[in-house]
């Protein structure tokens, strides 16, 4: 090791020390997942006093003082150090691999994009368009073209002539790979949500087109959980093993024999030693992977609004979404090439436009006490609860109140907030409108359950300026994180208003509701009267 890497790796161990790192885990916190056997396990999570993950089994991580990831320990079984290395407004500029090669990444700061200079193996180089497109990669001449929303439509390499094709909701439908003997077709049929449920493969020599069905994916609620491949064999039915991220890190026959094993570095970019069948495409927090011939320099991930580059950890086009919750006081989400506000061991983008946290509480308490709602609603509903995080200028859509709001006004406009949504859930629902229905349904749940958090009760103060990484916003933030549990304290509240929510528009719309553990907890059936936010 250098003499400049030791001397940043003490730095990064003091800063370390100075965020009050510590082996606990904080209460509600996941500290190991569930096992069905010892075939592979993660090993357990442990966090430091801003609720970052440090270790995860034999792995570490180390983070800055604006919570980016600066240190990762990877056991590949062999330990592979990566140091991140950042500018002020979150660019990736550097990566200090030991064992291996390093790799830089000169940024202009004025645009945040990677410089058009001269281009080695090491020292990334890139072309962009008037739109902030990346639209081609130096070091190896890979043009992408784009249309006009933003979305790829061509790669053209030295081994490489690939279009794409997109339904009307920008989710891509088919992969089309040219060479000398033809074409070779991959479509995907997608479900609502935009998730692959069927694949289909063409050769085409000619203009014969002969389609086969090539695999069908499976889904416990939102998570990728196994496929049934066309082959007839023992491996037709495949079980992906998921960690905390969603990537499969484990894949299994139906008789439980291992097929594969694969380990991600922090950004995705694939580790040395994994044994990931690449006919498999779905990787890196559960998005395809579109894998490029030899290295994989020039692998893309397709996370729906923008293609992601693990090797160089950010995206090739701009986020479409201006992230209105933090930017103004956490200038690293002025930054819209980065990934994951930097922070890929406990955050994902589930569609190329926003960055989330893997502990997604509101969700569990969806999905534990209305198990009984088909999944599609309850799909609906979970996504709705990101959509109303997203406005914190109203922080009583949230059960608090901004700086200087007295708490009987935020209290009012709560319950009114709850009162119209739920109306508007109902209208929609008689109208055959489900999906606006349980839209509407989500918002009031989401208020409901903020209601219920220690961090909220009484309509306690948030303020949206407060920094990402202040002291208030982690006792507003940290407690809240993590699944609470459902049998005492707030895991019980959450749950029980959450049934109450569903009860009161169930029994407004004339839908059944089953004799569940919570049903003593529901309103009365024949009453009509609107649930109340504490």
Not at 214 to 231: I, M, N, P
Not at 307 to 313: Q, T
């Amino acid at each position: 090791m250098s003499i400049m890497k030791r001397l940043r790796l003490a730095v990064l161990l003091a800063i370390a020390v100075a965020r009050s790192t510590v082996a606990a885990e904080p209460p509600r916190m996941l500290a190991k997942p569930a096992e069905a056997n010892a075939v592979w396990t993660s090993g357990t999570y442990a966090y430091d006093g801003s609720a970052d993950i440090i270790t995860i089994g034999a792995d570490t991580y180390r983070y800055d003082l604006d919570g980016r990831l600066v240190l990762a320990a990877i056991q590949t079984p062999t330990t592979i150090t990566q140091q991140f290395v950042y500018d002020a407004l979150g660019n990736l500029t550097s990566v200090d691999n030991t064992p291996g090669v390093d790799l830089s990444i000169p940024v202009n700061p004025a645009t945040n994009q990677v410089n058009n200079g001269a281009s080695t193996g090491n020292v990334a180089s890139a072309v962009y368009d008037e739109a902030g497109n990346q639209t081609q990669r130096n070091a190896d001449s890979y043009v992408y073209t784009y249309d006009g929303t933003a979305m790829v439509t061509r790669l053209i390499a030295s081994s490489r002539n690939e279009r794409y094709l997109y339904d009307a909701d920008d989710q891509r439908i088919a992969y089309v790979n040219s060479n000398a003997s033809g074409y070779r077709w991959r479509y995907t049929v997608r479900d609502a949500d935009g998730r692959f449920v069927r694949e289909y493969t063409d050769d085409v020599a000619g203009t014969q087109h002969t389609w086969h069905w090539t695999q069908d994916y499976v889904y416990a609620s939102s998570r990728l959980v196994g496929s049934f491949l066309a082959t007839g064999t023992v491996e037709a039915r495949r079980n992906f093993h998921l960690d905390h991220l969603g990537t499969p890190r484990l894949t299994t026959a139906a008789d439980g024999t291992v097929l594969s094993q694969q380990k991600l570095l922090p950004f995705g970019e694939e580790a040395p030693g994994s044994t990931a069948d690449k006919s498999q495409t779905v990787r890196f927090t559960g998005h395809e992977r579109d894998y490029a011939s030899g290295s994989d320099e020039n692998d893309l991930d397709y996370m729906h609004a923008r293609y992601y580059a693990p090797k160089m950890g950010r995206f090739l086009s701009v986020d479409p979404v201006v992230n209105m919750k933090e930017s103004v006081s956490t200038p690293q989400l002025w930054n819209r090439y980065a990934y994951a506000v930097n922070n890929p061991a406990q955050r994902v983008d589930l569609d190329g436009r926003w960055a989330t946290w893997i502990f997604r509480v509101h969700q569990a308490a969806i999905d534990t006490s209305l198990s009984f709602v088909d999944e599609s609603r309850r799909e609906v509903l979970r996504s709705a609860q990101e959509r109303v995080d997203i406005d914190q200028m109203n922080q009583y859509k949230h059960a608090c109140r901004l700086p200087g709001q007295p708490v009987e006004e935020a209290r009012a406009k709560a319950q009114a907030f709850v009162d119209t949504s739920m109306e508007k859930a109902i209208e929609h629902e008689l109208k055959g409108d489900t999906e606006m229905a349980m839209e509407h349904l989500g918002a009031a749940i989401h208020t409901l359950q903020d209601a219920t958090s220690p961090t909220h009760a009484g309509y306690q103060v948030f303020d949206p300026s407060w920094s990402v990484r202040s002291r208030q916003m982690r006792d507003h933030v940290v407690p809240e994180l993590h699944d609470p549990g459902v049998s005492f304290g707030t895991g019980r509240s959450m749950n029980d208003v959450t049934f109450r929510a569903w009860v009161y528009f169930a029994n407004r719309v004339g839908l059944p509701v089953p004799n569940t553990p919570l049903s003593n907890t529901a309103p009365d059936p024949s009453s009509h009267t609107l649930i109340e936010v504490p």
